[in-house]
C-alpha cells in the first residue's frame, strides 16, 4: 500500500464517521479561528442590540456583541493588570516613603 492509500483511507474515514455539517463547522471554526456558541437572551435584549446595531453604522446584532465582549474583555484584562502592578508595587512605594521620612527627620 502507497503512502497514497493510506492518505484516501483516513480520508474516507475522516468523511464517513461524522456528520457533514459537523465537518463544515469544524473546518469554519478552524479556518476562522472562530467557535459557534449558543446562548439565550431576552426578546428585548435583542431588539435593544439590533436597534443599537442599526444606529451603529448598520453593523449586525451579532457582530456587536461580539465588539462589546471584546471591549469588556480589554477592560477587565487592563483592570487587572493594572491590579497586579498596583499590588506589587505597593511594598517597595511604603519602603520609599518611610525612607523618605527617614530623612525628613534627621535632616530636622
Not at 6 to 34: M, N, W, Y
Not at 43 to 71: C, F, P, W
Request: aromatic share 6%; with cysteine; charged share 30%.
Amino acid at each position: 500500500m502507497t503512502k497514497l492509500d493510506d492518505f484516501v483511507i483516513d480520508l474516507d474515514k475522516d468523511l464517513t464517521s461524522e456528520p457533514a455539517d459537523q465537518r463544515s463547522e469544524e473546518f469554519a471554526d478552524k479556518a476562522t479561528g472562530h467557535t459557534a456558541i449558543s446562548i439565550r437572551m431576552s426578546h428585548e435584549m435583542i431588539d435593544s442590540l439590533k436597534a443599537i446595531a442599526k444606529a451603529n453604522n448598520g453593523i449586525g446584532y451579532q457582530t456587536l456583541i461580539k465588539q462589546v465582549l471584546q471591549r469588556f474583555i480589554d477592560c477587565e484584562k487592563r483592570d487587572q493588570w493594572n491590579k497586579f502592578v498596583h499590588e506589587s508595587l505597593e511594598p517597595n512605594y511604603d519602603a520609599c516613603e518611610e525612607s523618605h521620612e527617614q530623612k525628613n527627620q534627621l535632616a530636622a
